[in-house]
C-alpha cells in the first residue's frame, strides 16, 4: 500500500506548472521570431536602408512617379502612373563579385512589384518580380529581348502582402537570383549582352521600382567580394 505525501504532490505540482509555462514562453517566443530572410544569416552583410530614412537613396525621377515614404521600417513606392521608384546615390558600389538581398511585397495593384535594376560589369541589368500583368519573372534586358521574351523568363504567382526574399548574386561568371530559398535564375554571362530597358534608365546604378502597383520594400544589404558557387 501507498501512503500519499500532501507535500510531495504539491511539489510535483509546483514542478509540472513551471514546466508548461516554460514551455508556453519558448513557444511564443519563436513564433515571434521574424524568419530569417536569404543571407541574412551569413556574414560580410552590410545595410543599405536605416530603417528610418532615405539616407543614401533618392525617389526615382521617372515621368508621373508616385510619392516614396518611410514608415513602419519600410520604403512605400505608391502606385503612380507608370513606375515609382527609389535610386541609389551614396557611396560607389561594386559591379562584381557581390549580392544584394531585399525584401519585397506588393501591397496594392497587380503588376512588377520589385524591379531591381543593378550593375553587371560595365552595364547593367533589372530582375523583374511579376510584370506584365502580375506573375511573369525574368532579367531585362538579354540581347535586346527582356524579361517576357528571354531565356530567364518564367511565370510565378505573387500573393499580395506577403513578403518575399530577393537575392541577387553577381560573379564574372552569372547573374544569380533566389527568391525565398529557391533559386529561380542561373544565367550565364558569356556570349550575351546585358542592359536595361529604357524606362528603368533612371533606376542606374542601383535602384527599385514597380509598375503601377504599391510596394514595400525593407531590409535592403549588399555584401562584395563573392565567390561564384
Given at each position: 500500500?501507498?501512503?500519499?505525501?500532501?507535500?510531495?504532490?504539491?511539489?510535483?505540482?509546483?514542478?509540472?506548472?513551471?514546466?508548461?509555462?516554460?514551455?508556453?514562453?519558448?513557444?511564443?517566443?519563436?513564433?515571434?521570431?521574424?524568419?530569417?530572410?536569404?543571407?541574412?544569416?551569413?556574414?560580410?552583410?552590410?545595410?543599405?536602408?536605416?530603417?528610418?530614412?532615405?539616407?543614401?537613396?533618392?525617389?526615382?525621377?521617372?515621368?508621373?512617379?508616385?510619392?516614396?515614404?518611410?514608415?513602419?521600417?519600410?520604403?512605400?513606392?505608391?502606385?503612380?502612373?507608370?513606375?515609382?521608384?527609389?535610386?541609389?546615390?551614396?557611396?560607389?558600389?561594386?559591379?562584381?563579385?557581390?549580392?544584394?538581398?531585399?525584401?519585397?511585397?506588393?501591397?496594392?495593384?497587380?503588376?512588377?512589384?520589385?524591379?531591381?535594376?543593378?550593375?553587371?560589369?560595365?552595364?547593367?541589368?533589372?530582375v523583374i518580380l511579376g510584370g506584365w500583368g502580375g506573375t511573369v519573372v525574368g532579367l531585362s534586358s538579354i540581347n535586346g529581348r527582356d524579361a517576357?521574351?528571354?531565356?530567364?523568363?518564367?511565370?510565378?504567382?505573387?500573393?499580395?502582402?506577403?513578403?518575399?526574399?530577393?537575392?541577387?548574386?553577381?560573379?564574372?561568371?552569372?547573374?544569380?537570383?533566389?527568391?525565398d530559398d529557391r533559386r529561380i535564375i542561373n544565367q550565364d554571362l558569356k556570349g550575351n549582352k546585358f542592359d536595361t530597358r529604357i524606362e528603368m534608365e533612371p533606376s542606374k546604378p542601383l535602384g527599385i521600382a514597380s509598375w503601377r502597383t504599391t510596394a514595400a520594400i525593407r531590409q535592403i544589404r549588399?555584401?562584395?567580394?563573392?565567390?561564384?558557387?
Amino acid at each position: 500500500m501507498q501512503i500519499s505525501n500532501p507535500l510531495v504532490r504539491s511539489r510535483r505540482a509546483a514542478f509540472a506548472l513551471a514546466a508548461a509555462w516554460i514551455l508556453l514562453l519558448w513557444g511564443l517566443g519563436a513564433a515571434a521570431a521574424p524568419a530569417q530572410s536569404a543571407g541574412k544569416e551569413e556574414p560580410g552583410w552590410r545595410p543599405l536602408f536605416d530603417g528610418k530614412t532615405l539616407a543614401g537613396w533618392k525617389g526615382t525621377e521617372f515621368v508621373g512617379e508616385g510619392p516614396v515614404k518611410v514608415e513602419d521600417g519600410q520604403i512605400l513606392l505608391e502606385a503612380g502612373t507608370d513606375l515609382t521608384g527609389i535610386t541609389w546615390e551614396g557611396p560607389e558600389l561594386p559591379t562584381t563579385s557581390y549580392e544584394l538581398a531585399l525584401q519585397a511585397r506588393r501591397v496594392k495593384g497587380s503588376d512588377f512589384f520589385a524591379g531591381v535594376t543593378f550593375p553587371v560589369a560595365d552595364s547593367f541589368c533589372s530582375v523583374i518580380l511579376g510584370g506584365w500583368g502580375g506573375t511573369v519573372v525574368g532579367l531585362s534586358s538579354i540581347n535586346g529581348r527582356d524579361a517576357s521574351e528571354n531565356e530567364t523568363s518564367q511565370s510565378i504567382t505573387f500573393e499580395n502582402g506577403r513578403w518575399y526574399s530577393v537575392r541577387i548574386r553577381v560573379t564574372p561568371a552569372a547573374i544569380e537570383v533566389w527568391l525565398d530559398d529557391r533559386r529561380i535564375i542561373n544565367q550565364d554571362l558569356k556570349g550575351n549582352k546585358f542592359d536595361t530597358r529604357i524606362e528603368m534608365e533612371p533606376s542606374k546604378p542601383l535602384g527599385i521600382a514597380s509598375w503601377r502597383t504599391t510596394a514595400a520594400i525593407r531590409q535592403i544589404r549588399l555584401r562584395d567580394n563573392v565567390k561564384p558557387l
